[in-house]
C-alpha cells in the first residue's frame, strides 16, 4: 500500500486570524509580536513580508522596514481556539492526526485512496473545508514521508498545495541548502561545508562511511533525508483526559443567583471547548473554593455523555445546590471528564434540533469569536 502523509501549515497564522476578525486589516501589513521595547515579532502578514518584516525578528527592526505596518500584540486565547477548531476540521479526514503547533499538523492519509480519486483531490478538499469552517487558508503538501510533506507544504506558500508523487523527491531536493534538512544547524552546515556540500543533492551523492566519519552519529539520519527517505511515523495524539474551567473572582461571592450565573458561564466556556475539539464527557465535576481556601469537588456522572452547554449547567447546579452555602465563594470550576470522541449520542428529535441550533452557535462563535453570542441571562 503506498504511504501517504499530508501535512497542513496555515499561512501567517496569527496575522491571519487578525485580518480575518477585523475586515479593514485585509491587504495590510498587519505584524503580531511583543510590543515592549525588547519585543520579537511572532508573525506577519504577506503583505508585510514584503517589506523584509519576519518571524523572529527585534519588533523595533520590524518598525524600522515597514514604518506604515500595523502592529499588534495578537490575543493568543483565540488562536488556540482557532487552532483546536482547524485540529477538529482535519480529524475529520482522518483520525490519524498529529498537530506539531498551532497552525501545523501531519495527516496520515495513507489507505484513503477509495474514499478519493486521488492525493491532489484530497489535499484541495483540505483546503477547502478548513476555509469554509474558520475562514483561513492553509497550505497543504502531500508525499509519501513527514520530511517530505513538509517540505512540500512550504513549496508554494502562501496558498500553496503540492504533491511530490513518490520517488520523485530526488529533483526536488537535489537544488535546495543542507540546511532545509532537519537536524542541519550552523555547525553541521559548517562541516557540511568543508565536506563540499552545499546542496542536499551533493549530500544524497556523498558517500556514507565518510559522512559518518565527520558527522558522527547524525550522518546516516541526514543522509537518508537527503534521498527523500524518512520512516517516522505520524503518531495521533492521545485523547485528554478532561476539559475544563475554573475562575476565581476578584471578591468571594454569594447568593444562588449569582452563583447560577456565574455556572452557566463556565458551563458554556467548557461546553463551546469541548464542541471545539470534538469531544463529549459524561462526568461533570465542580469544583468550590470557599472564602477560607476550604476547597472541594463533587462529581455526577450522566447516563450518556454529553457537549451541550444546558446540560452540563443542569447538572452542575444539582451538584451545586447539594454542597455547603454557609461562607463565601473565592473560585467555582466545572469540568468534564470520561471523554469520547464525538458528539453527544441521542436518540430523540430534541437532541438534532438543539444539535442544529448549537452549529449555528458554533459557527458564529468560530468566525467571530467566543463572545459574538450568549445566553440572554448573561447579558448584565
Ligand atoms: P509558522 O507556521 O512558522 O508561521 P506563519 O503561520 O505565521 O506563516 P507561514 O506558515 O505562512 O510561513 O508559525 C505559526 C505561528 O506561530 C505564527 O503565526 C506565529 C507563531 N510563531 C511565533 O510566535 N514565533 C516564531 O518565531 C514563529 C516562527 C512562529
Ligand atoms: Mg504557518
Not at 263 to 290: D, N, P
Request: proline letters at 3%; hydrophobic letters at 40%; aromatic letters at 6%.
Amino acid at each position: 500500500m503506498q504511504r501517504w502523509v499530508i501535512h497542513v501549515d496555515m499561512d501567517a497564522f496569527y496575522a491571519a486570524v487578525e485580518q480575518r476578525d477585523h475586515p479593514e486589516l485585509a491587504g495590510k501589513p498587519v505584524i503580531v509580536g511583543g510590543l515592549g521595547s525588547r519585543g520579537v515579532v511572532s508573525t506577519a502578514s504577506y503583505e508585510a513580508r514584503e517589506f523584509g518584516v519576519q518571524s523572529a525578528m527585534p519588533m523595533a527592526e520590524a518598525r524600522r522596514r515597514c514604518p506604515r505596518g500595523i502592529f499588534l500584540a495578537g490575543d493568543h486565547a483565540r488562536y488556540s481556539e482557532v487552532s483546536a477548531r482547524i485540529m477538529t476540521v482535519l480529524s475529520g479526514v482522518s483520525p490519524l492526526i498529529e498537530p506539531l503547533a498551532l497552525d501545523e499538523a501531519f495527516l496520515d492519509v495513507g489507505g484513503m485512496e477509495q474514499l478519493y480519486p486521488d492525493i491532489y483531490q484530497l489535499a484541495a478538499e483540505i483546503k477547502q473545508r478548513v476555509r469554509q469552517t474558520v475562514g483561513l487558508v492553509a497550505s497543504v503538501g502531500a508525499a509519501e514521508n513527514k520530511f517530505l510533506a513538509k517540505l512540500a507544504s512550504d513549496l508554494k506558500k502562501p496558498d500553496g498545495l503540492v504533491v511530490i508523487a513518490p520517488g520523485k523527491a530526488s529533483g526536488v531536493l537535489a537544488s535546495m541548502p543542507v540546511s532545509r534538512l532537519w537536524g542541519v544547524g550552523a555547525a553541521t552546515n559548517g562541516i557540511l561545508r568543508e565536506l563540499g556540500i552545499t546542496t542536499i543533492g551533493e549530500l544524497a551523492r556523498f558517500d556514507l562511511a565518510l559522512l559518518i566519519q565527520h558527522c558522527g552519529n547524525i550522518a546516516q539520519q541526514l543522509h537518508a533525508l537527503a534521498n527523500g527517505r524518512d520512516d517516522r511515523l505520524v503518531i495521533a495524539e492521545r485523547p485528554p483526559q478532561s476539559i475544563g474551567k475554573e475562575l476565581t473572582f476578584a471578591v468571594d461571592l454569594t447568593g444562588p443567583d449569582r452563583l447560577r450565573a456565574e455556572l452557566l458561564a463556565l458551563a458554556e466556556k467548557v461546553g463551546w471547548r469541548l464542541r471545539c475539539s470534538g469531544y463529549s464527557g459524561r462526568t461533570i465535576t465542580v469544583k468550590i473554593r470557599y472564602g477560607s481556601f476550604r476547597t472541594i469537588t463533587r462529581s455526577c456522572t450522566l447516563a450518556q455523555s454529553t457537549n451541550f452547554d444546558e446540560t452540563i449547567y443542569q447538572t452542575a447546579c444539582t451538584i451545586f445546590d447539594k454542597c455547603s452555602h454557609t461562607e463565601g465563594i473565592r473560585l467555582l470550576g466545572i469540568t468534564v471528564s470520561s471523554l469520547q470522541s464525538g458528539d453527544q449520542l441521542t436518540l430523540f428529535d430534541e437532541g438534532d434540533k438543539r444539535r442544529a441550533l448549537y452549529n449555528t452557535v458554533d459557527r458564529l462563535k468560530a468566525r467571530f469569536g467566543e463572545a459574538i453570542i450568549t445566553k440572554a441571562q448573561l447579558l448584565r
